[in-house]
């Protein structure tokens, strides 16, 4: 089973829009972490937000928030008032704590976002 | 600051040939990782390392080798360049100090095979 599935392989939004990217993750373990980046056309990654698997209020970083719903294991970004510099490859990936020690991050297909003047 | 830098930026190799990419990192970070990109696929981990002298191997190991024989240096060598190996190779490294620490990564390297 995938580890971390992104459904919209492209979004189209409006300028001065929000949009919503989704993101679900299966895990086994009880800690773990939950990252979004941003890969713009340069091909640079980007760290935008983190949460954590215990964290119990939402993660926000200016324009951007993560709305985790833990139960159904989703970390979805949100991104408000979107701007022309928004369009880029937004990768939703996953840490976790237990197993190898290895602290990789497992990546989602990415969804590439588009804003519209 | 410099942050994690990887060499070259782009190459193109004949089949059968071999090359070593580059990685240096300056924010004494214990962990490093190599992870390729290929279209609709996301990131995949190569291989990494948990610290100088050690290396593992990751979900998308064969075909590649590496070393890390300095804590800031991680190196990721092709042995005989295949077509399958044409991708975009991605050097990241972070503090190994809890599961909040983001990767920081290197811009790249674009490499073909032909």
């Known amino acids: 089973a995938q580890k971390i599935t992104q459904t919209q392989p492209g979004m189209f939004v409006q300028e001065k829009e929000a949009v919503t990217l989704d993101c679900t993750y299966d895990t086994s373990d009880q800690s773990y972490g939950l990252f979004w980046y941003k890969q713009p056309s340069s091909g640079e990654m980007i760290f935008l937000i983190y949460?954590?698997?215990?964290?119990?209020q939402n993660a926000t970083e200016g324009r951007y928030s993560l709305n985790f719903q833990k139960a159904r294991k989703s970390a979805n970004l949100v991104i408000s008032a979107s701007q022309l510099g928004d369009s880029a490859m937004y990768f939703c990936?996953?840490?976790?704590?237990?197993?190898?020690?290895?602290?990789?991050?497992?990546f989602g297909s990415g969804t590439r976002l588009q804003v519209q003047p | 600051n410099a942050g994690v830098t990887q060499t070259p930026k782009f190459r193109v190799l004949k089949t059968g040939q071999s090359m070593t990419l580059l990685c240096a990192q300056d924010?004494?970070?214990?962990?490093m990782y190599w992870y390729r990109q290929d279209p609709g696929m996301g990131l995949r981990l190569i291989h990494y390392?948990?610290?100088?002298?050690?290396?593992a191997k990751g979900e998308v190991p064969d075909g590649y080798n590496v070393s890390r024989l300095k804590k800031q240096n991680f190196l990721l060598g092709l042995e005989s360049a295949a077509p399958s190996q044409t991708s975009v190779y991605f050097c990241?490294?972070?503090?190994?100090?809890?599961?909040?620490?983001?990767?920081?990564f290197g811009d790249g390297t674009r490499l073909s095979i032909l």
């Open positions: 924010m004494n970070h214990e962990y």
């Open positions: 390392s948990v610290g100088e002298g050690t290396t």
């Open positions: 990936a996953m840490r976790e704590a237990g197993g190898t020690g290895r602290r990789a991050l497992t």
């Open positions: 949460q954590g698997s215990y964290d119990e």
């Open positions: 990241a490294s972070s503090s190994f100090q809890g599961l909040h620490q983001p990767q920081h």
